[in-house]
């Protein structure tokens, strides 16, 4: 081989390898972050508050969950006829128990079904005679046995009717002779009645309403034991198994997952639900942020970090956490693994001693765009 060969090979080389060393030197400068330099005057001005990140467990999910009660632990108590309160004994907030009087109901139709079933009554004391002295003619021998047994008959259809009678005002939640009825207010006139014990968490009529029938009146829940409903993606729900522990840290409130669900709603959401073991100051009907200690390992080795969910702010595709410096702020690109009203979950690298932004967090994105 010539020398001229040789040379031109060399020269070729040392090119590639430049080329080399200035793309990787670009790359690592491009991923390095960005330092804003503000000193603690600026920081003031701009309303830069810092907070620490707290380490998290490689198992803890953030989401968000509303509370309610367990199943069956909610009624609602509607209007059975067409009609009128005519007055109300409880209201938003009351604590009452099984069969507590709610309202007076008055109705035209409760009147009827009331005398229909008093009418029920007399034909069955009718017939239960009837029986008797057919039976007794049967014993004396002056009546064949097929009369006894048609009037026989006859009595157990009284029976039965009057049985249908009494089920239909059970339906309705009236009595037909209960002991809130026993003033003289007419057969028009029934009290509604609590089917469980709990608190009336809604109230939709006032005195004197008119209000068609099945028009919801109260609703009522028994709060003594209430479940968290979860909803997050559904690979956080694959995380997630029976028995796991849920934190409710705002509400001092701790529970338990009791099922998981893989398959997702419209919103691609999969849902999951979690028993309260200390309900603490829950509430039904909040939504609240809770954390999950799932007993599935992770298979990330990277740190995770608990950081304040406004310190967080989208940039070009990515979530960035602005990291307090001796001299300033870097901007640093992190990974968020979940989230919820209040934390936010995240992979980064920084030392454990490591401040991030959480307010002034505009300003710093307008310098930001600015350096860009």
């Not at 590639?16 to 790359?27: M, Y």
């Not at 960005?34 to 603690?40: P, S």
């Not at 009907?285 to 999950?292: L, N, Q, Y």
Request: one cysteine or more; aromatic letters at 4%.
């Amino acid at each position: 081989m010539s020398n001229s060969k040789i040379l031109s090979g060399l020269t070729l080389c040392v090119a590639l390898g430049t080329g080399w060393v200035h793309a990787q030197t670009t790359q690592t400068t491009q991923a390095s972050p960005k330092l804003l330099a503000l000193d603690a005057k600026q920081q003031a001005a701009l309303g830069v508050q810092v907070s620490t990140p707290q380490a998290a467990s490689t198992a803890q999910l953030l989401a968000s969950a509303s509370v309610t009660t367990l199943p069956g632990k909610d009624v609602t108590v509607s209007a059975p006829y067409p009609g009128q309160l005519s007055r109300l004994w409880v209201g938003v907030g009351d604590r009452v128990k099984a069969g507590a009087p709610l309202a007076q109901f008055t109705s035209p139709m409760l009147g009827e079904a009331r005398r229909q079933w008093q009418e029920a009554q007399l034909e069955l004391k009718n017939a239960n005679s009837a029986l008797q002295r057919d039976q007794a003619m049967l014993d004396e021998g002056i009546i064949p046995a097929v009369r006894v047994q048609i009037t026989r008959h006859k009595q157990e259809a009284a029976q039965a009717l009057v049985q249908a009678r009494e089920a239909e005002l059970r339906a309705a939640g009236i009595g037909a002779n209960s002991d809130h009825d026993k003033a003289p207010m007419g057969y028009a006139t029934g009290t509604l009645t609590a089917p469980i014990a709990g608190v009336v968490t809604q109230a939709f009529a006032a005195v004197g309403q008119r209000v068609e029938p099945g028009a919801v009146l109260f609703k009522l829940a028994d709060d003594s034991s209430l479940q968290l409903d979860i909803q997050l993606a559904s690979d956080k729900a694959a995380q997630l198994q029976v028995g796991d522990a849920v934190a409710v840290p705002s509400r001092e409130a701790q529970a338990k997952i009791v099922g998981v669900s893989r398959a997702v709603d419209a919103s691609q959401l999969a849902k999951a639900r979690a028993v309260v073991t200390q309900p603490g100051r829950l509430q039904v009907g909040e939504v609240v942020a809770i954390t999950v200690q799932a007993k599935a390992t992770s298979t990330s080795n990277a740190a995770r970090w608990l950081v304040p969910a406004r310190a967080l702010t989208p940039w070009n595709n990515q979530s960035l956490v602005f990291v307090r410096q001796s001299t300033g702020f870097t901007a640093q690109a992190v990974r968020v693994l979940s989230s919820n009203d209040d934390m936010a979950l995240v992979e980064a690298n920084w030392p454990a001693n490591a401040q991030v932004a959480i307010s002034g967090i505009a300003a710093l994105r307008a310098l930001l765009q600015k350096d860009e």
